[in-house]
């Protein structure tokens, strides 16, 4: 299979030449012939399988041969995307496959100012990029006009109908025409969000490459027992004694990355946080500093867990274990892309044990708890610890502004209630086991 039997024009095997791509993943080689056809599309794999691509190049093709309108041009493509990272990333994305191309991109999203984006859509647009919020901004302003959309795409799909975005979507919809072709990409699917994308799609074919919650076989699962108190201590001997690469670092709230930041730095390791409190620049050049080599930590929250394309990044922790057991996924999608080998390692703590049970029974397999000898936890990590119902305070999806309620477009729904899971084995003498009481996350 080569991206020239798929279909795609001169221009795009051009772009794609130039960029080294030389034959397409599983999602692309099924995905790009159904949506180059005209069909609405539900497309899911793992993350970092090439899914951006999927979509972009079918889009930039379409569009490409038709002539825009007379007058004003207005967006005849829209992409959705959860956070502002992804946003980027699916815009240069675009802007590189379509280099030969004589179309436009232009992406919104908050943390921001509205002035300068006013300004690119008043020039005129074909592709535009936009989280949902910000979308909503500049639909009420006027300013962003979507009559025009000939393709309406949901990246991340399910985050996005999951994170309590579908009020917003639905506003969104509302605006753009019925006759439209609809592409949803994502990493897993539930059934439930499955069911809402249909609402909005006109028979659409399925492409799932791999199984929904699939991993990474590159990506070797590691977990050490600790008390959270002493998290930080193993974590910079873990990062100057074991590991000197880069690392990427979840974090369960924005204060407490701030914090975990600030403490790498004073143990000497030059450290970045990235999280929605921080405006776009300052998480741009955080996340520019880490790619370039001029960080060698970056510390997020889950904002970071979806769609950053992180080259060549050999290290994932988890000094929080995420609130959703989803999360883990995509947290560790960051490392082991494209066949390259990975680590993901957890620091677990007594407490997080209900939230370990709910990942193992996920992933269907027993993280195996390895004790750091002079970190051994006080207690034995219970796989039927119960959940916080504050979850430990609050978790960032790098959308909802401080003070914007739960309920609103831009909040997350209640979280499910989790069930007992397998029995864990544990290393290093530790006693760990799943009892008869469930555990419920809020």
């Not at 002035?115 to 300013?143: C, F, K, S, Y």
């Not at 394309?309 to 490392?335: F, S």
């Given at each position: 299979?080569?991206?020239?039997?798929?279909?795609?024009?001169?221009?795009?095997?051009?772009?794609?030449i130039e960029s080294n791509y030389t034959t397409p993943t599983p999602i692309q080689a099924e995905a790009i012939p159904l949506a180059l056809a005209g069909?609405?599309?539900?497309?899911?794999?793992?993350?970092?399988?090439?899914?951006?691509?999927?979509?972009?190049?079918?889009?930039?093709?379409?569009?490409?041969?038709?002539?825009?309108?007379?007058?004003?041009?207005?967006?005849?493509?829209?992409?959705?995307?959860?956070?502002?990272?992804?946003?980027?990333?699916?815009?240069?994305?675009?802007?590189?496959?379509?280099?030969?191309?004589?179309?436009?991109?232009?992406?919104?999203?908050?943390?921001?100012?509205?002035?300068?984006?006013?300004?690119?859509?008043?020039?005129?647009?074909?592709?535009?990029?936009?989280?949902?919020?910000?979308?909503?901004?500049?639909?009420?302003?006027?300013?962003?006009?979507?009559?025009?959309?000939?393709?309406?795409?949901?990246?991340e799909a399910d985050r996005m109908l999951d994170m309590g975005f579908l009020p917003a979507i639905k506003r969104i919809l509302n605006r753009v025409p019925?006759?439209?072709?609809?592409?949803?990409?994502?990493?897993?699917?539930?059934?439930?969000?499955?069911?809402?994308?249909?609402?909005?799609?006109?028979?659409?074919?399925?492409?799932?490459?791999?199984?929904?919650?699939?991993?990474?076989?590159?990506?070797?699962?590691?977990?050490?027992?600790?008390?959270?108190?002493?998290?930080?201590?193993?974590?910079?001997?873990?990062?100057?004694?074991?590991?000197?690469?880069?690392?990427?670092?979840?974090?369960?709230?924005?204060?407490?990355?701030?914090?975990?930041?600030?403490?790498?730095?004073?143990?000497?390791?030059?450290?970045?946080?990235?999280?929605?409190?921080?405006?776009?620049?300052q998480r741009q050049k955080a996340l520019r500093d880490f790619k370039m080599g001029k960080a060698r930590v970056l510390v997020a929250t889950d904002v970071?867990?979806?769609?950053?394309?992180?080259?060549?990044?050999?290290?994932?922790?988890?000094?929080?274990?995420?609130?959703?057991?989803?999360?883990?996924?995509?947290?560790?999608?960051?490392?082991?892309?494209?066949?390259?080998?990975?680590?993901?390692?957890?620091?677990?703590?007594?407490?997080?044990?209900?939230?370990?049970?709910?990942?193992?029974?996920?992933?269907?397999?027993?993280?195996?708890?390895?004790?750091?000898?002079?970190?051994?936890?006080?207690?034995?990590?219970?796989?039927?610890?119960?959940?916080?119902?504050?979850?430990?305070?609050?978790?960032?999806?790098?959308?909802?502004?401080?003070?914007?309620?739960?309920?609103?477009?831009?909040?997350?729904?209640?979280?499910?209630?989790?069930?007992?899971?397998?029995?864990?084995?544990?290393?290093?003498?530790?006693?760990?086991?799943?009892?008869?009481?469930?555990?419920?996350?809020?």
């Amino acid at each position: 299979m080569t991206f020239e039997s798929l279909g795609l024009s001169p221009a795009l095997l051009r772009a794609l030449i130039e960029s080294n791509y030389t034959t397409p993943t599983p999602i692309q080689a099924e995905a790009i012939p159904l949506a180059l056809a005209g069909h609405d599309l539900l497309g899911g794999a793992q993350t970092g399988t090439g899914k951006t691509a999927a979509f972009s190049l079918p889009l930039l093709q379409r569009l490409s041969k038709e002539t825009p309108p007379n007058g004003p041009r207005k967006p005849r493509a829209l992409i959705l995307t959860p956070t502002r990272e992804l946003a980027v990333q699916v815009a240069e994305s675009l802007k590189t496959y379509g280099r030969h191309l004589r179309l436009n991109v232009t992406m919104i999203y908050g943390g921001a100012g509205m002035g300068p984006q006013m300004d690119n859509l008043r020039r005129g647009v074909d592709i535009l990029v936009a989280t949902p919020g910000r979308l909503i901004d500049h639909m009420e302003r006027g300013t962003a006009k979507l009559d025009a959309v000939e393709v309406l795409v949901l990246d991340e799909a399910d985050r996005m109908l999951d994170m309590g975005f579908l009020p917003a979507i639905k506003r969104i919809l509302n605006r753009v025409p019925k006759e439209r072709q609809t592409l949803l990409f994502s990493a897993t699917f539930e059934e439930q969000i499955k069911a809402l994308a249909l609402e909005f799609m006109r028979n659409p074919q399925q492409v799932q490459v791999t199984a929904k919650n699939t991993i990474a076989e590159t990506i070797v699962h590691r977990a050490h027992p600790v008390d959270g108190s002493r998290k930080r201590d193993l974590l910079i001997d873990i990062l100057t004694k074991r590991h000197t690469d880069q690392v990427l670092i979840f974090g369960k709230t924005k204060h407490g990355c701030n914090r975990l930041a600030e403490q790498l730095e004073t143990a000497g390791l030059k450290a970045v946080a990235i999280h929605g409190n921080k405006s776009q620049a300052q998480r741009q050049k955080a996340l520019r500093d880490f790619k370039m080599g001029k960080a060698r930590v970056l510390v997020a929250t889950d904002v970071a867990a979806r769609g950053l394309d992180i080259p060549n990044l050999p290290l994932v922790i988890n000094h929080d274990l995420p609130m959703v057991a989803e999360d883990y996924i995509h947290r560790i999608g960051r490392t082991g892309r494209a066949g390259a080998a990975g680590e993901a390692l957890s620091l677990v703590s007594p407490e997080e044990g209900g939230l370990l049970r709910q990942i193992q029974r996920m992933l269907k397999v027993d993280l195996v708890m390895d004790v750091v000898q002079g970190y051994a936890p006080s207690k034995p990590i219970r796989l039927d610890t119960p959940i916080p119902r504050n979850g430990g305070g609050q978790r960032d999806g790098g959308q909802r502004p401080p003070g914007r309620p739960a309920n609103r477009p831009h909040g997350r729904p209640a979280a499910r209630t989790s069930h007992a899971g397998p029995k864990q084995r544990s290393g290093g003498g530790q006693g760990a086991w799943a009892g008869p009481k469930h555990g419920s996350r809020a």
